[in-house]
């Protein structure tokens, strides 16, 4: 076993870093098109020279397309991080930096104290505001094809007919699920505020006729 495999390791911060002010700058929404790194650096007030290195960072990510010093968004990157995407990932992105970046300052305390009683409760404010801003990038981007194929490969035995959805956030996975599966019904639960927006998604699916809406605490 080799040294620069764990030395390696210490470059993964700042490739995270290099996309989420990526995101944060709205890069990506600028380069649909080719575009020299003197162009990109004067829309946004950036040193030249900086601009082609990080740009360069970028195009070792795979995130962006390098020719004649002219650069233009990935497949991936008009898939994922274009803000007008429908697979749209950015916002995500950044929630899950902070999350981690959040969780690693406390690892230690979490090795020297356990885990609280306090540290496993549901902030229901937080809940709902991230359920509205990001698990929906999450569930449409990440999670729906693989729950649609596995309740696919459940239902040639177990025929499901109705799905209770717990937590629901955006109800994404079970609209996919309904939406591709005729005789299955769903029934979404949240907090109320999340329900709120859960309902608009229903609309949106036209599969009101399909999917019904329960709201409460999922602790009570």
């Not at 993964?12 to 944060?24: F, H, R």
């Not at 030249?48 to 960072?57: G, Q, R, W």
């Not at 981007?141 to 309740?151: E, P, Q, W, Y």
């Amino acid at each position: 076993m080799k040294i620069k495999k764990y030395t390696n390791l210490l470059l993964s911060p700042l490739k995270i870093e290099v996309i989420a002010i990526s995101i944060e700058m709205k890069v990506f929404d600028l380069l649909q098109g080719y575009l020299s790194f003197k162009e990109i650096a004067i829309v946004f007030k950036l040193d030249k020279n900086n601009t082609k290195i990080f740009l360069n960072a970028l195009v070792y990510l795979k995130l962006i397309k390098n020719k004649n010093n002219h650069y233009k968004n990935s497949h991936f990157s008009n898939k994922y991080f274009l803000t007008s995407s429908e697979y749209y990932f950015g916002d995500m992105f950044l929630f899950k930096k902070s999350f981690f970046d959040n969780n690693r300052k406390q690892l230690f305390t979490f090795l020297k104290e356990g885990t609280k009683k306090h540290m496993l409760n549901i902030d229901k404010k937080e809940w709902v505001k991230t359920s509205k801003k990001y698990f929906f990038q999450e569930q449409k981007t990440i999670l729906a094809d693989f729950v649609v194929d596995l309740v696919k490969k459940i239902n040639k035995d177990d025929h499901i007919k109705h799905i209770l959805d717990l937590g629901c956030n955006s109800g994404v996975l079970s609209l996919e699920i309904v939406k591709q599966n005729q005789d299955i019904q769903a029934t979404l639960f949240d907090f109320k505020d999340v329900i709120y927006e859960t309902k608009k998604k229903i609309k949106k699916y036209n599969l009101t006729n399909k999917a019904t809406t329960l709201d409460g605490d999922i602790l009570k």
